[in-house]
C-alpha cells in the first residue's frame, strides 16, 4: 500500500496550458506539502496544509493554487505552464504533533515544451 | 540567510571506505534535524533524525550523524560505503516549527568499486 501517491508520475505539456497534479496520503496524516525539485535537485518548499488550511504559502507565481479538498489530499493545479516550471514536484505529508518527519510521494516530473 | 547548508556538492569514495558527508545549519530555535536520501528517480527516505536526545543518531543502512550543538554541524557518516549507497543526501533543520523544514542543497554521493 503506497503511503503518500501522486498522479501523474510524468507530465508533458505545451507551453501556456493549465494542468493539475493529485496527491493523496492514507497515513492519517494532518499536514500536508507541496516541493518543487529543479534540475540540480534542489528542493523548495512551495506549501503546506495544516487540516486543509493553508499554513506556509512560499513566494511562488499566483499561476500556482494548491487545494485541499480533505487532509489526506492536496492537489497542485497550474495555469499558463511556462518553461522553468519544469521540474520535479513532490508531494509530502507528516504529522503536525510528531517529530516532523517526511513521507514522500516518488514524485511528479513536469516537463513544459 | 540560509539555514542549512551542506558542503559538498559531490563526494566520491570507493566502496568500503568512509563515508563523511557534511552539514552545517543555523536555527534561532532548538532545531531538529534529519538527513534524508534519494535514489535516482525516486521519492526521499527519511534516513535519521535528530530531536533533542541522544546527539549520537544512529540510522537505517549503517548511517549514523552526530549532532554537534558548539559547531552546529549534523554530520553523516558510515564506516563501510556499499555501491546501494549511491544516491542523492539532503540534510533538512526546522525553521519554527515543525511544519516548516529547509532542505539543503543535497550532496551526491558516488561509489566507485
Known amino acids: 500500500d503506497t503511503a503518500v501517491s501522486q498522479t501523474p508520475k510524468y507530465l508533458v505539456t505545451q507551453m501556456g496550458n493549465d494542468k493539475s497534479i493529485k496527491c493523496e496520503q492514507n497515513l492519517g496524516h494532518d499536514t500536508m506539502y507541496w516541493y518543487k525539485q529543479d534540475s540540480k535537485k534542489f528542493l523548495k518548499i512551495m506549501f503546506s496544509?495544516?487540516?486543509?488550511?493553508?499554513?506556509i504559502n512560499e513566494t511562488v507565481p499566483n499561476r500556482f493554487s494548491p487545494k485541499s479538498p480533505d487532509k489526506a489530499h492536496l492537489n497542485l493545479h497550474i495555469n499558463s505552464l511556462e518553461l522553468g516550471d519544469s521540474a520535479v514536484y513532490f508531494c509530502a505529508s507528516s504529522h503536525s504533533g510528531g517529530t516532523g518527519e517526511l513521507f514522500f510521494g516518488e514524485g511528479s516530473r513536469l516537463t513544459v515544451l | 540567510a540560509q539555514s542549512v547548508t551542506q558542503l559538498d556538492s559531490h563526494v566520491s569514495v570507493s566502496e568500503g571506505t568512509p563515508v563523511l558527508l557534511r552539514c552545517n545549519y543555523s536555527s534561532s530555535y532548538s532545531p531538529s534535524l534529519f538527513w534524508y536520501v534519494q535514489h535516482p528517480n525516486k521519492g526521499l527516505q527519511l534516513l535519521l533524525k535528530?530531536?533533542?536526545?541522544?546527539?549520537l543518531v544512529k540510522g537505517i543502512n549503517g548511517f549514523e550523524a552526530e549532532f554537534k550543538k558548539s559547531e552546529t554541524s549534523f554530520h553523516l557518516t558510515k564506516p563501510s560505503a556499499h555501491m546501494s549507497d549511491a544516491a542523492e543526501y539532503f540534510c533538512?533543520?526546522?525553521?519554527?516549527?515543525?511544519?516548516?523544514?529547509?532542505f539543503g542543497a543535497g550532496t551526491r554521493l558516488t561509489v566507485k568499486p
Open positions: 496544509y495544516n487540516n486543509k488550511e493553508l499554513i
Open positions: 533538512v533543520v526546522t525553521l519554527y516549527n515543525n511544519n516548516d523544514m529547509r
Open positions: 535528530y530531536t533533542s536526545a541522544a546527539t
